[in-house]
């Protein structure tokens, strides 16, 4: 089994910057890619980001592109999102998700673990 706690979301005035983080207990990321997604109300849930198992392979929406970076640190078996230029329109809740699979592509399959969610408010 594999479960995923996200952390490190919070309220930020606009233009400021959070980290999230993404740890995962008892397998190892070694094997699995991580996705990044967030859901605001009245609108689709949104696949932000992912970094496969290795970490050489990191995708962006454009929605967030420039101003997000995904990283993964294998010792301490966690994936980061470092957010910076926040924009209200970047509230949500954020997920993180877990496939075998990989990162082929945003959207590209169904990611079968899901974390319980962190909130993230950008507000002056």
């Known amino acids: 089994q594999l479960q995923l706690v996200e952390s490190g979301g919070g309220l930020v005035q606009p233009g400021g910057s959070l980290r999230l983080s993404c740890a995962a207990s008892?397998?190892?990321?070694?094997?699995?890619?991580i996705g990044w997604f967030r859901q605001a109300p009245g609108k689709e849930r949104e696949n932000v980001s992912c970094i496969n198992s290795r970490g050489t392979t990191k995708k962006y929406a454009d929605s967030v592109k420039g101003r997000v970076t995904i990283s993964k640190d294998n010792a301490k078996n966690t994936v980061y999102l470092q957010m910076n230029s926040l924009k209200p329109e970047d509230t949500a809740v954020y997920y993180c998700a877990a496939d075998p699979v990989g990162c082929p592509s945003l959207g590209s399959h169904d990611y079968p673990y899901w974390g319980q969610g962190t909130q993230v408010t950008v507000s002056s």
């Open positions: 008892p397998s190892s990321l070694d094997y699995y890619g």
